[in-house]
């Protein structure tokens, strides 16, 4: 299998064919035995794969898997190739077994759906162009994978497309991700032209090697590369200012929430900008700018999230504010911590979006939790599993989200790369958003499962646990939740920063991608961490276990502006609307209006002249001989008029 990576997206993406040439045809078991094979086929190859791998290379070197070469152009070119080292080993376990689980979810939460085997066709066809992008050894085949993912996202998110608002919100993340794919295709350009290459391993060695040199002729180069690559990163992994489309996605079914939305998709820009380490280590700018847009990401969506009333809406602004915390450790060069947040972030989002899933399932598909409450005896399972997933996300000890978000902030407070000012802005934001997470997930918490029934009698008659298609991959979720962050990144044995250390070149003159935070700091941080988790879930809980919606009521009433913008998320789209969209608009229309009309009135005229003159000549095209000689004795006589 390690010979035959190609196998592995592969699988998925027959998956998809099947189900989509047939699946209308044979049914829901065929659909569901396609796709559920396909996804843990892929499951199965890529972790034999990955026992290959470790192997064939205990010291963690890049293994090449060539297919042919693909653009040969005189000195540059690129292969279609893919590869395994420790970094795309993390993503592929992620990516694959997650996967699974969702695909699993799905059958029951989609069993009663229209449009069921195009559903899974779609979810195995993003998988497969997830793989390829996680496993493609160049900036040029990832960014086949990266279109892929886009593509499916778009299907997935209008899946409802009789609806008015799912296709509105699939064409918007399109066109939103176009902003972002734009500085992706220049990035590539750029390194065409000056490295000759996208290769990742002869990029990286090109950086590596050439360090002060390269930055000293280049350096300008260098960082335009890596803030183009983090455009791309913005508008694929939702950051300010391209964060827009991730919560109006919503709009698909939730499982495509928990699958493309929060465990796989949305990191891949964080996974690039890891694989680009070698580079933005050499641009210290660039990577200033990449730490400041994920802590204002993070505070910002955490703001809006304590004020939203749909549950998945909650979760949404929520997944973009952890995706600020990963790029928070990117951004200060604490890569590991960034791809350590990303794996257990994985576990607790899933979790809390199928679990989201479940609760509207048992709703009958209500998603207001302004109508939801005291649920936590009517769906146990899913309570249970939920509790455990929010509290990995508060980051209370021992669960998954402690040590990697702990692990985050101590790295932004205390990295080689910035001036202290710096760090202690980032580390504030980050720290101020950490709070305002246990504060809204708290809120969730108690208004969903907590106090009295809020919805119809008909709601409350049809409220049952879901089935153990649904169940199981909550437990299994939970489960990781609980216990993944201590597994992977326990202190002073932290496997993960072990695992990853040969994908970060040494640089000469450029401080270690891996650096150490000293223990007394690092447990003082922790405690800080704790308390701030423990202040946002009291008074979560002290506002909202007995008085429910009253306390938001109150709020509205003692801060109304405040909470109006929150609850409009602070009129980002309105602003966005008043002063792109709708200039756009006004000139599109005055360029067909106006310009457009006035190009076709000429041609309009033009043509029209062409016709009289040609009315005009046939007029003298008779046919007759006798006409035709008059004619030629008439020109003979005016010719000799002119001459005289």
């Not at 209500?366 to 508060?394: H, N, V, Y």
């Not at 250390?501 to 922790?526: C, D, H, R, T």
């Not at 909470?563 to 792109?580: F, H, Q, R, S």
């Amino acid at each position: 299998m390690l010979n035959k990576l190609w196998l592995i997206p592969l699988l998925p993406f027959a998956g998809f064919l099947l189900n989509g040439l047939f699946g209308k045809r044979l049914g829901k078991g065929f659909v569901t035995a396609v796709a559920l094979l396909a996804s843990l086929g892929a499951a199965i190859a890529g972790t034999i794969a990955v026992v290959q791998y470790h192997a064939a290379y205990p010291t963690g070197e890049r293994h090449v898997d060539l297919v042919y070469n693909w653009i040969s152009s005189g000195s540059i070119g690129a292969d279609l190739a893919f590869q395994l080292d420790p970094l795309s080993v993390v993503m592929l376990m992620v990516v694959t077994w997650v996967g699974f689980l969702i695909h699993l979810y799905s059958v029951g939460y989609m069993a009663h759906e229209h449009g069921f085997g195009r559903y899974f066709a779609y979810l195995n066809l993003f998988l497969s162009e997830m793989l390829v992008l996680i496993l493609a050894s160049s900036y040029l085949l990832m960014f086949v994978g990266w279109e892929g993912v886009g593509l499916c996202s778009y299907l997935l998110i209008g899946f409802y497309y009789e609806t008015d608002y799912a296709p509105a919100a699939g064409k918007k993340a399109f066109v939103v991700n176009r902003i972002g794919d734009f500085g992706f295709l220049i990035a590539m350009f750029l390194m065409f032209a000056y490295f000759g290459s996208v290769d990742f391993a002869k990029v990286s060695q090109i950086a590596a090697t050439g360090g002060a040199d390269l930055v000293s002729h280049n350096g300008t180069v260098v960082t335009a590369i890596c803030l183009l690559l983090f455009l791309g990163a913005v508008g694929k992994s939702a950051q300010i200012p391209l964060y827009v489309w991730l919560p109006d996605a919503m709009a698909g079914p939730t499982p495509v929430s928990a699958l493309i939305h929060a465990a796989t998709m949305v990191t891949a820009g964080v996974y690039m900008v890891v694989r680009s380490n070698a580079l933005y280590r050499l641009a210290p700018g660039a990577m200033m700018v990449v730490a400041l847009i994920g802590a204002l990401t993070a505070l910002f969506a955490a703001t809006i999230g304590i004020r939203q009333w749909d549950i998945k809406k909650v979760l949404a602004y929520s997944t973009v504010s952890q995706l600020g915390f990963m790029f928070i450790g990117v951004g200060v060069g604490a890569f590991t911590a960034g791809i350590f947040h990303l794996v257990t972030h994985a576990f607790f989002k899933a979790c809390l979006f199928l679990g989201s899933g479940s609760v509207i399932h048992a709703m009958s598909g209500e998603q207001d939790m302004r109508k939801m409450g005291g649920l936590k005896s009517k769906i146990p399972i899913t309570f249970w599993t939920f509790i455990i997933a929010t509290i990995a996300i508060a980051g209370f000890p021992p669960f998954a989200g402690f040590f990697s978000k702990d692990e985050i902030l101590a790295s932004a407070l205390n990295n080689p790369y910035f001036p202290k000012p710096f760090s202690w802005m980032i580390w504030t934001l980050g720290t101020v958003a950490a709070f305002c997470t246990a504060y809204y997930m708290y809120r969730l918490v108690y208004l969903t499962f907590f106090g009295k029934f809020r919805g119809t009698h008909e709601q409350e008659h049809h409220l049952h646990e879901s089935p153990k298609t649904m169940t199981i991959p909550l437990m299994v979720l939970a489960a990781l939740s609980a216990v993944g962050g201590a597994l992977l990144g326990w202190p002073h044995h932290h496997f993960l920063a072990q695992w990853l250390k040969p994908i970060f070149p040494k640089i000469g003159g450029v401080p270690e991608a891996q650096y150490e935070i000293s223990p007394n700091v690092e447990y003082a941080l922790m405690v800080v961490s704790s308390a701030i988790a423990v202040v946002g879930w009291w008074i979560a809980r002290t506002r909202f276990r007995t008085r429910g919606l009253e306390a938001d009521e109150l709020f509205a009433q003692n801060m109304p502006a405040v909470a109006n913008g929150m609850e409009n998320k602070w009129y980002v789209d309105e602003l966005y609307a008043a002063t792109i969209v709708r200039p756009l608009e006004g000139f599109s229309q005055f360029l067909w209006r106006g310009v457009d009309a006035l190009i076709d009135g000429i041609l309009a005229l033009a043509g029209y002249i062409v016709a009289g003159i040609g009315d005009l000549l046939r007029f003298f095209q008779t046919g007759n001989v006798r006409n035709y000689a008059l004619m030629f004795f008439l020109g003979v006589i005016v010719f000799i008029w002119v001459l005289a």
